[in-house]
């Protein structure tokens, strides 16, 4: 059974603390993806990868990086937590197939909130 | 760009009711089309696709037609259980970009 693993169902972190969420897929996908989900929002691309060491800016990067070491690993970074970034953060992974589009596959989801 | 534009929710039905979730979208070339469904307190997980016009994706009593002359992909299904009570998300994969509508938020009463 394919598996996207958050490492934490849900977070409490202090404004200012350094974050990091973690996303392993045991797939062999190439992409990778972060993904807030907010009431009336919907999902929001933070940031993608398409390759080790590769990252591409999503729609809101902003008080966000990522790291991505390994294929199989892809780190979403709060680098100094803010309470407007308490939210549902959604990891992903697909596939990547010339001139296919191909389906995501979802983490369970970590609920941050920021005091 | 891309984009999704879902019916707007919350949506309650009795059970055993008729389900229809709008969903259009507009988009460049040729791109597949989705429905993800999200479960309380879960992740998103794929419910059914369709990758080209006319096809019809299907799983667990739902169904979706992908329409190109309407760019719809209107989510149905026949008689709906208390167990479908989730929120679903049209999207759709162009180019590896993926672009998901807003989610419609499904309760179904006993």
């Known amino acids: 059974d394919v598996k996207v693993t958050q490492s934490s169902r849900y977070l409490v972190k202090r404004t200012g603390e350094k974050v990091f969420l973690e996303c392993v897929q045991d797939?062999?996908?190439?992409?990778m993806f972060w993904y807030r989900q907010d009431p009336g929002l919907g999902l929001r691309l933070i940031y993608f990868?398409?390759?080790?060491?590769?990252?591409e800016k999503g729609d809101i990067p902003e008080g966000y990086s990522v790291s991505r070491e390994k294929k199989e690993r892809f780190s979403l970074i709060l680098e100094s937590a803010s309470t407007n970034q308490t939210s549902m953060y959604l990891c992903?992974?697909?596939?990547?197939?010339?001139?296919?589009?191909?389906?995501?596959?979802f983490g369970q989801g970590t609920r941050l909130t920021v005091v | 760009g891309n984009s999704v534009t879902q019916m707007e929710g919350p949506v309650t039905l009795s059970e055993e009711a008729f389900l229809t979730i709008n969903c259009t979208y507009t988009?460049?070339?040729?791109?597949?089309l989705f429905w993800y469904v999200q479960y309380p307190g879960e992740g998103l997980q794929l419910l059914l696709k369709?990758?080209?016009?006319?096809d019809k994706g299907s799983n667990k009593g739902f169904e979706a037609t992908y329409r190109k002359e309407t760019t719809s992909f209107h989510l149905e299904k026949g008689s709906v259980q208390v167990s479908d009570s989730a929120v679903y998300f049209c999207?759709?994969?162009?180019?590896?970009?993926?672009?998901f509508g807003d989610g419609t938020t499904l309760t179904v009463k006993p």
């Open positions: 992903a992974s697909s596939f990547a197939r010339q001139g296919l589009n191909t389906e995501a596959f």
């Open positions: 797939m062999d996908h190439e992409n």
């Open positions: 990868s398409y390759d080790v060491k590769m990252k």
């Open positions: 988009a460049t070339g040729y791109p597949s």
């Open positions: 369709a990758t080209k016009a006319d």
């Open positions: 999207a759709l994969k162009g180019a590896g970009k993926s672009t």
